[in-house]
């Protein structure tokens, strides 16, 4: 045992996946305490052509899973609670749970919502991983599941075999007696089709493509091969991208029924302004690039650009540039959507030539103390009197 730890100790790093459980799902039952223990359905309306986005482990129990159409879901459980989603809202939870993380380590990876890779220091991953658990737990009412091995691959399967709300590891010294037996879905990465195609030529568990003829690989699979060989064996050399960015950020919102007033769209703006802005400070990110999307009654979409003279991460800067491509665009009410998108993102501070001006500062100061009551309370505490105005339409 003590040789195993040495051995890993030398290898530097231990990598946790750390993948909430039902996520979207869990949220509403954790809100709504009169959805607790029944079936929960987040996605399209099952009168609808939408899929299930998210199902409780209750929901699961009758055979709904993610991607399946809503309308199926309802036949197979007709008791389900549908919900349509508040994505605004699961971002903030999510942002409160990476929040937890990195009290940990900041070698943080999040690959969604509800995912994230973690590294720590080699011996430390098991014992962080249960105090991630249960801070999640105590402090946000969530379950989480966590994988803990020594490389990406491992972990994330080590999550698949410990779900949910527990904390698994599979170490590569076990990969023989524990993945090998395992059949080939196991293997993230690992599409139906490639599935079929070994199973074909005879190779059904993952302890056969770890074993079989390298030659008889590269004849199906060519360049993927090695990869897919490695895979079986447990080897991933993959880093964590700690600084992987997204490439643009957005708020989109459908409205129940065509909007034709011009103030209440200007407020869905400010609040969709508002709400990218947070996302960018937090972030630690500035945008170039704004874009208006605008869906009129007949359908017909549009998106708009306008690239900024310097990056920003400012809300009221975002607003009226989303203003000005609206005054340009708005057409003929009513509207059926709108959308604001930031895009061209670079990271670091805010550097402007306007930061002595007073109201500029100002504006400035509003904003932080609003950041820091959303990291603190969640939601979006504070808004600009704009958005108060009218009370912007439901989401469908
Ligand atoms: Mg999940």
């Not at 129990?61 to 389900?80: D, I, N, R, T, Y």
């Not at 904390?167 to 023989?176: D, H, I, K, S, Y």
């Not at 997204?246 to 302004?273: G, W």
Request: charged share 25%.
């Amino acid at each position: 045992m003590t040789t195993v730890r040495e051995r890993r100790a030398k290898d530097g790093l231990e990598i946790l996946l750390c993948d909430l459980d039902a996520f979207y799902a869990s949220v509403e039952q954790r809100d709504h305490p009169e959805y607790r223990g029944k079936p929960v359905i987040v996605g399209g309306s099952p009168t609808g052509r939408g899929v299930v986005s998210t199902c409780s482990y209750e929901a699961r129990q009758f055979g709904v899973h993610s991607a399946m159409p809503s309308a199926k879901a309802k036949q197979l459980c007709p008791g389900a609670i549908f919900l349509p989603g508040d994505m605004a809202r699961y971002r903030r939870v999510s942002e409160q749970v990476f929040a937890i993380y990195e009290r940990f380590t900041p070698d943080i990876e999040i690959v969604s919502i509800d995912e994230a890779y973690l590294a720590l220091p080699a011996g430390k991953g098991l014992a962080a991983a249960a105090e991630i658990h249960r801070t999640v737990w105590e402090e946000l009412n969530l379950s989480l599941t966590i994988g803990v091995s020594a490389n990406k691959l491992l972990a994330k399967i080590a999550s698949e075999l410990a779900k949910p709300d527990r904390v698994g590891a599979l170490w590569p010294e076990e990969v023989e007696a524990l993945l090998w037996p395992l059949s080939l879905e196991m293997l993230p990465g690992l599409g139906p089709a490639s599935v079929q195609k070994l199973n074909r030529i005879g190779i059904t568990t993952i302890g056969h493509l770890a074993a079989a003829p390298f030659d008889l690989l590269q004849k199906y699979f060519g360049k993927s091969a090695l990869t897919l060989q490695r895979s079986a064996r447990g080897i991933d050399e993959r880093p964590l991208e700690p600084f992987r960015e997204a490439k643009s950020i957005s708020e989109e919102k459908t409205f129940s029924m065509d909007l034709a007033d011009e103030e209440a769209l200007r407020a869905v703006l400010m609040a969709q302004a508002e709400s990218l802005g947070y996302r960018l400070r937090s972030g630690g990110l500035r945008a170039r690039t704004v874009s208006l999307k605008l869906r009129y009654a007949d359908f017909r979409t549009i998106t708009r650009d306008r690239t900024l003279p310097a990056p920003t991460d400012r809300d009221l800067e975002l607003y009226q540039t989303a203003i000005e491509l609206f005054t340009i665009h708005k057409g003929r009410p009513p509207w059926r959507l709108v959308g604001l998108r930031v895009s061209g993102l670079v990271s670091g501070q805010q550097i402007s030539i306007f930061d002595s001006l007073p109201a500029e500062k100002k504006e400035m100061e509003l904003e932080q103390v609003c950041d820091r009551l959303q990291d603190k309370y969640g939601g979006a505490v504070v808004y600009r009197a704009r958005r108060l105005l009218k009370p912007p339409p439901e989401i469908d």
